[in-house]
């Protein structure tokens, strides 16, 4: 069986300050982890995967995700905000292949001009 | 990028109707999918669709909904009689192809279905 944690509902943050968005999983099989972002009225768009190559993942829009096994998390990161990163974020795991993936409860992410 | 297309994008039923939302996923994609995401809650998987068969669902997914692919280009979820705990948006998504780490998933934009 496979879930993720995502901690903190709401995250806000000032333009141009760090974004971490957190991210713990859990998983009886090496997982395949998944950051999935949610604009407003729009579907789900994958933003970055981690698939067991390397740990440091850099997906669209400047963001990066570290896979770290001995804390079982895949925090979402991203140096500097922009107004437009405001969204919902959504971790997600799932098992070899795309079969079921797991998301978690999602973090709305807000960023403050 | 190419997109999987869902409609209507709203549906309003009254509890006990049946209901079909309808997917166009991307046209050289094999693999089919639903979830739903129930307001306030996790995005949750609902069921996969090959090959005209259904290769996997969840508990969710039980006698009142079924799947179908009925021309080869939409993918359709039919709810039998509606509940008021089958408000939520379902999200169609599909895959070229399955256990390849290279693939991707890509996801309509949802129909948000209220059951009145």
């Known amino acids: 069986a496979q879930s993720v944690t995502q901690l903190g509902s709401h995250v806000s943050v000032s333009e141009g300050a760090l974004v971490l968005l957190r991210c713990n999983y859990s998983?009886?099989?090496?997982?395949?982890l998944f950051w999935y972002v949610q604009y407003p009225n729009q579907g789900l768009q994958l933003l970055l995967k981690?698939?067991?190559?390397?740990?440091l993942v850099k997906g669209i829009n400047g963001f990066e995700a570290e896979f770290k096994k001995s804390e079982t998390s895949f925090h979402l990161t991203k140096p500097s905000a922009h107004m437009s990163d405001a969204a919902e974020y959504f971790c997600?795991?799932?098992?070899?292949?795309?079969?079921?993936?797991?998301f978690g409860t999602g973090t709305k992410l807000q960023v403050i001009p | 990028e190419p997109e999987v297309t869902q409609t209507p994008s709203h549906q309003v039923t009254q509890m006990g109707q049946e209901v079909i939302l309808r997917c166009v996923p991307i046209?050289?994609?094999?693999?089919f999918y639903w979830y739903r995401q129930i307001l306030g809650q996790k995005v949750e998987f609902l069921v996969s669709?090959?090959?005209?068969?259904?290769?996997?669902k969840s508990e969710i997914f039980d006698d009142q909904f079924s799947v179908e692919r009925p021309d080869g280009s939409n993918f359709t979820l039919k709810i039998r009689s509606t509940k008021l705990e089958d408000s939520a948006m379902y999200f169609c998504?599909?895959?070229?192809?399955?256990?390849?780490?290279?693939?991707?998933?890509?996801f309509g934009s949802g129909t948000q279905l209220s059951v009145l």
């Open positions: 998504a599909s895959s070229e192809r399955q256990g390849n780490t290279n693939e991707k998933l890509f």
């Open positions: 998983s009886s099989v090496p997982p395949y």
């Open positions: 981690y698939t067991s190559a390397a740990t």
């Open positions: 997600a795991v799932s098992g070899v292949g795309y079969q079921k993936v797991t």
């Open positions: 046209s050289n994609h094999l693999y």
């Open positions: 669709f090959y090959n005209n068969e259904i290769s996997e």
